[in-house]
């Protein structure tokens, strides 16, 4: 992607973001009582007043992004192996699944999960260091923070740690 | 009581074996907690605040002050190490901490973090010492508009965080501005943004947003192109930071010590602001303005000085006027409560003895905290040399853990998530994160002080103006910007 | 012998589920969620109170601080955790008393919980500053008659919040929200900054959040609350005042669980809420904090916090104080 392209589409990005939250988004989630005294008390003044901002600057942005030359710099390398796009979505899925399963499995067992399956994402070199890793540094968190730090880990329905 | 009297009185009450081995292990404590993200300095200090019930009051206090200045320099670690803040106020750090462990300099970065953190931390103590009473009469003078002004300008910073592109920079502010806003209105008690979600109601936490926005994204990057460190010498390296590098940056050391003095004992803002004010004018005045970003040691000295500043000066409010600065030194006040003690202008009187323990206490906790700090880097060094794709999964558990423990709570876990891949898309998008971070912080600050303005003054602005230190701050924010403007119109033609 | 049972409930209770451990309650550790931020007066007296309680308890208790929202979202965590008795709330009046009163939003009502006991009761203090010039309530009310009068809280909803009204309700002024401006801060340290620095004329709040300003004569009490003087308040009672309907406003916590906590453990806490409140140390630190130990059963801290809720809503239904939306 050329600055340009990143500043134009940043830039009508924050304008559609700000028109959303003006005419969409305060109105609708943002509630005020009926007996404010005075405009900029309400709970709603801030919140417009920085959608408002926040068009401006994606407006400044376009415009920025027309001015300035296109092939400026190129660093971004494109991806190695093409298979980008699905690892993103195969991580997204896994901390999907992880918000699903914290409450029920409880945390020890899904980070062990979350460990070895984003370290076998990544496509590690060392797979029996990966493997050994994803037991013991869950135990050893949940060691640290539930017995010297005395907190709530959240431990599921199914196996409970002492 | 003469001062001398006072001194005796106070070292006859610290000179005992327990409360200078409580300040140590408090210290020790401080530093490992604060190494742990999600566990921070503050959770260090509320888990060993039960374990001063027992102890002399002096004792038990020193041991939370250790906590509290260990766990302040802890967090630089894996900020530095794994882009992960340990502790709010090491958010900064990472800015150039990061890059010079990419580039195999950890160790160096490592050591000009603690070589900052405990010249701060010296230069704090001393200003608590010698001007805790002035100090504390011109914190009280800090209401609603004066804040308003100062947090005004604070924002400024965002101009030096932002990096190459100003505007993306305040986009980025203006999101961080936009998410703060979720939560219950502060004067009517309404739901903004909320959903009807409880969780929401509390507005995001602060430690959630953080290790979302900056260490997340690293680890979704590395989804996107595993290999895209190979090759890069990421090992320890040259691994001392040498004399000369403290001799560059002292400077910046001074100037950010004094930075976090100035805003240590006006209470309420804390030391990230502090941080990144620092970096902010480091940057400023630095002939290698350039370099920021990418890896410049004199960044990660301002940094950690910022927010070392802080920790003796939050004690100025505490002691001189009992009034806590931030959520650390309101733990420290229930300890002084605990004991009988009631921190304010009678204690200097009462209870001088105290007083007086606990400086020379403050003094010698800047030596132990650099006996510690470099045994603990050389403990910690070795992260740099584990292969990065053990390191992130490990990161990621480590996230999860630590910011379910900041506030029980799963649901702040999804709400790192939902950051990390908001961050990934700003970084792929070249928007930096240090200004979402610091509007995020500063945010709600602006606006319930501009509110709580507006109605002690029944909505006439001009309350915003009421005196020298209103207006010297908006003096000073008038030339930040004009400067800032002059700087954009002098680039402009070269490009 | 102890030890052998105790195993076997726990390779039982893994087994079998929650319903077959329930019977030896408590054969693990008990989750107590704290609903406001560490170092604050509802923190500090879980604390206090874990140590005896836990011996009494025989488990050990894990205390997990849970904030945000005044409370709320800490309570919805008890609200929707299982009847086990294995999550418990630290209820405060805020979260418990003056939210339900205030808040036509709250995602929860008191009928949510069961209170198994309030152990401490904290009078509530009126201060200014004494540069204020005003030295008794009725100077206080005299000066809001004149206008320009704030109070600060430590947010909408919160126990300051409701007291400053409330106090100025009694003390004839009528109509104390447009008389006196709120102004709202972010917890308790602020409001007391917020009257020391000027920006609020006064407050009413905890007298153990007062105790250290008043002693070092940074702030000057004008009433206490309660029946009896408070120790090192230097201020008439509000029955000196002859103002009785003021002893109801008065911050306690207690211990609630789930609103179907079977009752052999609402009686379980009972008992070892008996035994903890012995203890000599929590006496005395909670004392050293101007807090009162009262004992109350579960039905007694049921019909307590109702009654408080009671006056509270109806004060709030007469000044149209309620937060909808």
Same mark, same amino acid.
Request: hydrophobic share 50%; with cysteine.
């Given at each position: ?162 | ?13 610290? *000179?005992?074996?327990? *409360? ?63 882009? +992960? ?20 300099? *950890? ?12 010249? $701060? ?27 308003? $002004? ?8 965002? /101009? ?72 890069? *010498?990421?090992?320890?390296?040259? +691994? ?30 804390? $030391? ?41 000066? +939050? ?137 709580? /303005? ?22 000073? +924010? ?18 | ?325």
């Amino acid at each position: 992607m050329s600055p340009q392209v990143i500043q134009t589409r940043l830039g009508i990005g924050a304008c559609i973001a700000a028109a959303f939250l003006i005419f969409v988004g305060i109105p609708g989630w943002v509630s005020s009582p009926s007996n404010v005294q005075n405009i900029v008390l309400a709970p709603t003044f801030w919140p417009y007043v920085l959608s408002a901002m926040t068009g401006l600057i994606g407006l400044g942005l376009i415009l920025a992004g027309r001015r300035t030359g296109g092939a400026a710099s190129d660093e971004e390398v494109v991806e190695t192996d093409g298979l980008g796009w699905p690892r993103l979505v195969a991580l997204a899925l896994i901390m999907a699944l992880t918000m699903y399963a914290l409450p029920r499995l409880g945390m020890v067992w899904t980070t062990m999960l979350v460990f070895a399956a984003t370290a076998f994402l990544f496509r590690t070199r060392h797979r029996v260091t990966a493997l050994i890793c994803a037991v013991l540094i869950p135990l050893a968190l949940y060691a640290f923070f539930a017995h010297v730090a005395g907190v709530g880990i959240p431990q599921g329905n199914f196996v409970r740690l002492p | 009581m003469s001062l001398f009297d006072s001194l005796i009185a106070g070292l006859s009450l610290v *000179a005992s074996f327990e *409360a200078f081995f409580a300040l140590f292990a408090g210290i020790c404590i401080g530093v490992v907690g604060g190494a742990i993200p999600g566990l921070s300095a503050t959770m260090a200090v509320a888990l060993t605040l039960p374990f001063t019930f027992s102890l002399q009051p002096i004792t038990g206090i020193l041991l939370l002050l250790g906590v509290y200045k260990g766990g302040i320099f802890g967090g630089s670690i894996p900020a530095i190490l794994i882009k +992960t803040p340990g502790t709010p106020a090491s958010s900064a750090t990472i800015l150039d901490g990061f890059p010079l462990a990419e580039k195999g300099e *950890a160790g160096r970065a490592l050591g000009m973090a603690l070589w900052a953190s405990c010249t $701060a931390d010296l230069i704090s103590n001393l200003a608590l010492i010698l001007f805790a009473g002035w100090l504390a009469s011109f914190a009280l003078s800090f209401g609603p508009p004066e804040f308003f $002004a100062l947090i005004l300008f604070s924002l400024t910073i965002i /101009a030096g965080v932002s990096g190459e592109s100003l505007l993306r920079g305040a986009l980025s502010a203006m999101l961080g501005l936009l998410l703060a806003t979720v939560g219950l209105d502060l004067v009517y008690g309404t739901n903004r943004f909320t959903f009807g979600d409880p969780n929401m109601m509390g507005g995001l936490n602060f430690i959630a947003v953080l290790i979302g926005l900056f260490a997340i994204p690293e680890i979704i990057a590395m989804a996107w192109n595993p290999t895209a460190h190979l090759g890069k *010498a990421r090992a320890l390296g040259k +691994t001392k930071v040498t004399f000369a590098d403290y001799k560059r940056s002292f400077k910046s050391i001074v100037r950010g010590s004094l930075i976090g003095v100035f805003l240590g004992s006006i209470p309420g803002i804390g $030391a990230a602001p502090s941080a990144f004010l620092s970096y902010s004018e480091a940057r400023r005045k630095s002939p290698n303005k350039e370099n920021f970003g990418k890896g410049e040691i004199e960044g990660v000295a301002a940094s950690e000085a910022g927010n070392n500043g802080v920790a003796g000066a +939050t004690l100025i409010p505490l002691l001189a006027l009992g009034v806590p600065g931030d959520v650390i030194t309101a733990i420290i006040i229930g300890a002084f409560m605990i004991h009988g003690l009631q921190p304010g202008p009678m204690m200097f009187v009462l209870n001088v003895d105290i007083i007086y323990g606990l400086f020379i206490g403050l003094i010698v906790s800047s030596v132990f905290l650099f006996i510690v700090g470099s045994v603990a880097i050389k403990g910690f060094k070795f992260v740099a040399d584990v292969p990065k794709r053990i390191l992130m999964p490990a990161v990621l558990v480590l996230c999860i853990y630590g910011v379910f423990a900041v506030n029980n709570n799963i649901f702040d876990v999804g709400v790192m998530f939902v950051m990390g891949w908001v961050g990934y898309v700003m970084m792929r998008h070249h928007v930096p994160a240090a200004p979402f971070l610091i509007a995020f912080i500063l945010g709600p600050l602006l606006e319930d002080n501009f509110r709580q /303005a507006m109605l002690m003054s029944g909505s006439d602005p001009m309350i915003l103006l009421r005196g020298p230190i209103t207006w010297f701050f908006w003096a000073l +924010t008038v030339i930040t910007i004009v400067a800032i403007i002059r700087g954009i119109a002098r680039k402009a033609p070269a490009t | 012998m102890k030890k052998t049972t105790l195993t076997a409930t726990i390779l039982l209770g893994a087994a079998f589920g929650a319903t077959a451990a329930l019977a030896e309650y408590p054969e693990r550790a008990i989750n107590m969620v704290i609903p406001y931020g560490a170092g604050g007066a509802t923190d500090i007296s879980a604390r206090t109170i874990a140590e005896p309680l836990g011996d009494a308890v025989g488990q050990p208790l894990i205390m997990a601080n849970v904030t945000g929202a005044g409370g709320a979202t800490g309570s919805v965590a008890v609200q929707n955790a299982k009847a086990d008795g294995y999550t418990m709330l630290f209820a405060r009046v805020g979260s418990h008393s003056v939210n339900p009163a205030m808040k036509a939003t709250l995602p929860y009502t008191l009928d949510d919980f069961r209170f198994v006991t309030v152990y401490e009761i904290n009078p509530v203090a009126c201060a200014v500053t004494p540069a204020s010039g005003i030295n008794s309530m009725d100077d206080l009310v005299a000066k809001v008659n004149e206008g320009g009068v704030s109070y600060s809280s430590s947010g909408v909803g919160s126990l300051l919040h409701l007291a400053g009204a409330m106090v100025l309700k009694e003390f004839g002024v009528e109509d104390p929200l447009t008389a006196a401006t709120h102004i709202p801060q972010k917890g308790g340290g602020a409001a007391a900054t917020a009257v020391l620095n000027g920006t609020a004329t006064f407050l009413c709040t905890n007298s153990s959040a007062l105790a250290s300003f008043v002693a070092n004569g940074q702030l000057k009490p004008l009433m206490v609350t309660t029946p009896e003087p408070v120790v090192g308040f230097d201020a008439p009672t509000a029955n000196d005042l002859g103002k009785e309907k003021l002893n109801k406003l008065v911050g306690w916590t207690g211990i609630a669980g789930p609103d179907d906590l079977p009752d052999d453990v609402a009686a379980k806490w009972g008992e070892w809420m008996a035994t903890a409140t012995q203890d000599a140390k929590f006496n005395e630190t909670m004392s050293a904090r101007g807090s009162v130990i009262e004992l109350m059963n579960p039905v007694d801290a049921n019909a307590f916090i109702q009654g408080q809720f009671e006056i509270f809503r109806d004060l709030v239904d007469e000044l149209g104080m309620r937060i909808e939306g």
